[in-house]
């Protein structure tokens, strides 16, 4: 694996790689790695002769500063991480190589209602922040396909309108959430988790498999409200839970039986935001 901290040296590299025809994949990540991320770069190196992985803890998209201050750094496990996963490159730029003007000048992404619902609803900015990091970094990497995690529903959306609001010929796959064996779904974020939040923590995907369970055409607002009881009696403070279609993300109160739909939720553990979701059908 390659490491580079610098973009000029990484576009150089990537420019010869091109030039012989490989085909390049790429997974960005904000590190504290686990098998989720694994499992993008493993998806990748299946398509791609080329694996490029980027960890960057990109300051414009947290709306919360302590979120940023306390995001999980492990770098010495994230390295030897990659290097088992027989990852090509590793794009590890400072905050400074990514935003060498700051954060503040901001160019703003036309992200329509997206950006107003759900997380982005809860965390106000914090998709402009995701598409300027994205717009930094696919044009630094320029990748074939990019590798995205459906554990970041919304995300994957947003990324999908920006790679067309770019006009660059990026493929996207968005590939299936790990979860580990009680069902939690893999995040950086679990790290922060004491031991008995962590054992709270399973709430969100029972809940998730309560929705799908219990999902029956007409009005969702009683299946809703009783799954919110599942959160509740683990001491979530719950930011959403909603119901939505899968294909463009518009929120429902109702069901016709036959669209298909995902559940979405965002939950707090004490200090610590969890967001998971399930295809319901
Ligand atoms: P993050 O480091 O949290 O920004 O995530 C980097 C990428 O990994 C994003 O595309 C995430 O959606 C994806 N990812 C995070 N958690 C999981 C998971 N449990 N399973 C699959 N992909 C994931």
Known sequence: MILFKKKAELTAHLKQLRSKNQKIGF??????LHEGHLSLISASKKQNQVTVASIFVNPAQFNDPKDFEKYPVTLEKDIPFLLNAECDILFLPTVEEIYPDGIQERKQYDLG???????????PGHFQGVCMVMDRLLSIVQPNELFMGQKDYQQCMVVKRLISLMSVPIQLFTCPTLRETDGLAMSSRNLRLSADERKKATAISKTLLFLKDNIREGDLTSVINDSKSILDANDFKTDYIAIADAGNLSLLSTWDGRQKIVALIAAFQNEVRLIDNMLLN
Not at 115 to 121: N, P, S
Request: proline letters at 6%.
């Open 27 to 32: 997974a960005p990540t904000m590190g504290a």
């Open 113 to 123: 209602y997206l950006e107003h619902i759900l997380e982005g609803k809860f965390r």
